[in-house]
């Protein structure tokens, strides 16, 4: 698909939308300028073209119990395309794993990981993460506090 550009009208609903993805298309549209057959139509054609993802709740992980958040470095043994296809396909299929990035520098991947405490990081770690084929050193670091959380993109 041809990668759609975007105009000052569509950044306008983006950047409304990341802040309250609930809005109506009536509440949509005021905020847009629009009437709300094309907000709409324009919504519906940022939905198609895949620059919006999707909608979802922001849930406080703390609150539903867990509060623990570690930040796992991982090396692999080798850098080849099918070791990293399955360490990718791995850690995409484990719930605790909630971002994962490819990194250049000292390590491969950067993951963070929810648990509800100490001991369920250690279970992860013995039980999935260093029985992972290829992983040759994880170094963990556990989060003291979160400063910033966004969902936000600056979208100007």
Request: with cysteine; charged share 30%.
């Amino acid at each position: 698909m041809a990668e759609r550009l975007i105009d000052a009208t569509d950044r306008r609903i983006i950047a409304a939308l990341q802040v309250e993805g609930r809005l109506t298309i009536q509440e949509l549209a005021d905020r847009c300028g629009l009437s709300p057959s094309p907000c709409l139509r324009r919504m519906r054609a940022l939905e198609a073209a895949g620059i919006i993802r999707g909608y979802a709740a922001v849930i406080d992980q703390a609150r539903v119990g867990l509060p623990v958040s570690v930040f796992a470095s991982v090396k692999l043994e080798r850098q080849r395309e099918e070791a990293l296809d399955r360490f990718e396909a791995t850690v995409a299929r484990w719930p605790e794993v909630m971002d994962c990035y490819l990194m250049t520098g000292q390590r491969d991947y950067l993951l963070r990981i929810v648990v509800r405490d100490i001991e369920a990081y250690e279970r992860f770690l013995k039980n999935k993460l260093t029985r992972l084929e290829g992983v040759a050193s994880i170094e963990s670091s556990f989060a003291l506090g979160q400063v910033k959380r966004s969902s936000e993109l600056p979208i100007d």
